[in-house]
């Protein structure tokens, strides 16, 4: 006789949305192992259609409280593509700075609220905070310097009001990028203690060699979109998406599974793929800044590491390299600072990809824009969509070394896998 | 741009106007919305009567603002 188990958790805690884990292990063999998405489908990109490309981003961004500064970037690069806008370098330099905020405000959000208790035996923030006040303090103050950094930019803390093709409503004042910048100096602090505790973090040892897929532009760390790389290799130009994030539906998940092109390459038999701190730290490391090397190495992460519980040290990484793409944009901005653009559009409709590495991974946004300038079709895909299949994967890789485990020991390390990767099931399921 | 904030409820100082949005009435419309006067307004300027009454469609899109609209602006069918 094998051993025989079942794990079910019905509705995760401390991950973004409702999804549930669903393992059976009957006489040594594994017969069911999924993660199941029970969030309904919101239907954005129905949402999108009919409405003036204009309203897009505004639109788009609703999509997530956490990453709404993606969806917006993502949507207004898909229609200044489609309406042949190509935006200037200080417009591109403040929505970068804008994205810092972003993956700053996101990573820490992860790493201090939902892993942090998972780490140091607590249930939730709440007890962590009486047990470890310096670290909920600190990410506190970092979410809120992150936070306020989209508000100086955008116009609010979450969902940025002011996206448009080929301009930015709203450009920082002097007197707002100073106050930027002095709050950043003083976040130093906090982020070194952020790399001190989560070095002394012991995760479990999961080794399972995937593709990693990360969009890379020219001459810096991914954030604004380019090209697909992996690290099998492939290099596919936005307009190629389709082909290697392939989306299909699956029965036990709301949201589409996404596999690449690997693997046997049939429809749902291709190979698994990995969006995220951990697949851009892979793909990109030579291009860190230097903070956020010496980070990497005080937390020992090998850029190579198929371990999907890296990616919370990876993230940790980024922090600091957020921090440093800041505080480098402020500076910037302050030496010149009169607004970029507006740009005009070269024709009135057309298609258009938009790719942005957004904290979980490569998200997409496709609009066809018809000559009226309406969305007629649009097409987004989420980072966690990208990982559900892997997560899947891991877990196959991990239950059978967790069997002789007593059951809420085996349980709580799945619920330590997925939460990881960082899943946005609300996103997933847009 | 067809900015429908003279008829919303206010309480978020103006924060799209200010930086650089049409308001969408994402809070809804204050007690007595003068939809006759909005649609005026929008006329004047040359915007069309269905760029105004999508602006509604975001937020607001339920019957009786659907019914005050029209009466407010009604459709060249209608008139």
């Excluded at chain 1, 492939?234 to 389709?242: F, I, K, L, N, S």
């Excluded at chain 1, 485990?405 to 847009?430: F, G, Q």
Aim: with cysteine.
């Amino acid at each position: 006789m094998g051993a025989s188990a079942a794990v079910s958790v019905r509705h995760l805690t401390r991950v973004e949305g409702h999804g549930n884990i669903v393992v059976d292990v009957h006489d040594g063999v594994l017969t069911r192992c999924d993660l199941e998405i029970v969030e309904a489908p919101r239907f954005f990109e129905v949402l999108l259609k009919g409405r003036p490309a204009d309203e897009a981003a505004r639109i788009a961004c609703r999509i997530c409280g956490i990453c709404s500064v993606g969806h917006a970037t993502a949507a207004v690069h898909a229609v200044e593509a489609a309406l042949g806008i190509t935006p200037g370098p200080r417009l591109r330099l403040l929505r970068r700075l804008n994205m810092a905020g972003e993956w700053l405000q996101s990573h820490v959000l992860h790493l201090g609220f939902l892993v942090a208790p998972d780490a140091f035996g607590a249930s939730s923030v709440v007890p962590l905070a009486a047990s470890h006040p310096d670290l909920v303090k600190g990410a506190l103050r970092l979410k809120r310097l992150a936070n306020d950094i989209c508000m100086a930019v955008s116009g609010r803390h979450v969902m940025p009001i002011s996206y448009h093709p080929g301009w930015m409503g709203h450009w920082p004042e002097p007197v707002e990028l100073e106050w930027l910048r002095g709050r950043l100096a003083e976040a130093a602090a906090d982020l070194d203690a952020l790399v001190d505790v989560f070095a002394q973090i012991t995760w479990p040892a999961l080794a399972r060699p995937t593709e990693h897929v990360a969009a890379l532009e020219p001459g810096a760390y991914p954030m604004m979109g380019g090209p697909l790389h992996s690290t099998a290799g492939r290099v596919t130009p936005p307009a190629g998406y389709a082909a290697v994030l392939r989306e299909f539906v699956v029965d036990h998940s709301a949201a589409k599974h996404v596999r690449g092109p690997g693997g046997d390459g049939s429809r749902e038999g291709g190979g698994t793929i990995r969006v995220g701190a951990l697949a851009r730290v892979s793909l990109a490391y030579d291009r860190l800044h230097p903070t956020a090397v010496a980070a990497l190495e005080r937390l020992k992460l090998a850029p190579d590491s198929a371990n999907p519980f890296d990616n919370v040290a990876a993230q940790v990484v980024e922090s600091v390299q957020a921090h440093a793409e800041a505080v480098a944009a402020v500076e910037e901005l302050l030496a010149d600072p009169a607004p970029e653009g507006p740009v005009a559009a070269t024709r009135p409709g057309g298609e258009g990809i938009g790719i942005v590495e957004v904290p979980r991974g490569t998200l997409v946004h496709h609009y066809e824009i018809g000559a009226d300038g309406r969305i007629a079709r649009a097409n987004c895909l989420i980072p966690t969509g990208q990982n559900l299949a892997s997560i899947e994967a891991d877990m196959r890789v991990f239950v059978p070394a967790l069997l002789d485990r007593p059951k809420d020991e085996m349980t709580h390390a799945l619920e330590m896998l997925v939460r990881a990767y960082d899943p946005c099931i609300s996103c997933a399921v847009h | 741009m067809p900015c429908v904030g003279a008829i919303a409820r206010a309480g978020c100082e103006a924060i799209c106007p200010a930086y650089g949005a049409p308001c969408e009435a994402c809070r809804g419309f204050h007690d007595a919305p003068n939809f006759a006067a909005l649609g005026e307004a929008f006329t004047r300027h040359g915007l069309a009567r269905t760029a105004a009454a999508e602006k509604l469609q975001l937020f607001n899109d339920y019957r009786e603002v659907r019914a005050a609209w029209e009466r407010a602006l009604p459709s060249p069918s209608d008139t």
